[in-house]
């Protein structure tokens, strides 16, 4: 029963150019404050993360530029695609995330938005630091040479 709980974990929107362009140092999991619709479409499968980062903005972590579009069968009282979600943390965890950006130069950015195994929306948030250009070309070189290691070891095999 415990595997099937690991396993009920839903991904809905992942931003895969994070893991690219910063490096990432430490994650959080973190709550979103939603609205009815926004949950619906997220269960649709619907959102777009790689744009967006997080913020804070007077003692809170704020998503921006996240976008969640409207749902389908949603009447007048659908939200807007592209407004500001609070993120929910607990006041120690804000606390150091605020402190790595201001004192450390550190970027909060958005791995994933997910389902727990209770149908709660999370966002996995790291907290991370821009690749140079020849980092990101050093990357580059060592997972092409990881999948062509991946396929000799294959063809012999």
């Known amino acids: 029963m415990a595997q099937d709980k690991k396993s009920n974990n839903k991904t809905v929107a992942e931003n895969r150019k994070a893991r690219f362009s910063y490096e990432v140092l430490d994650t959080v999991e973190a709550g979103l404050v939603l609205t009815g619709t926004e949950v619906k479409s997220l269960r649709e499968g619907h959102a777009n993360i790689a744009e967006s980062y997080a913020s804070s903005e007077g003692g809170e972590i704020w998503l921006i530029n996240s976008h969640v579009p409207e749902y389908l069968q949603g009447n007048r ?11 929910l943390l607990n006041k120690r965890e804000m606390a150091r995330l605020a402190q790595a950006v201001e004192r450390e130069g550190m970027t909060m950015v958005p791995l994933k938005i997910y389902f727990n195994e209770r149908g709660r929306a999370k966002l996995l948030l790291a907290i991370a630091r821009g690749k140079k250009l020849h980092d990101k070309r050093e990357t580059s070189k060592e997972r092409d040479w990881n999948r062509e290691k991946a396929r000799l070891l294959k063809e012999r095999g």
């Open 77 to 87: 009282f659908n939200h807007e695609p592209r407004r500001r979600r609070k993120l």
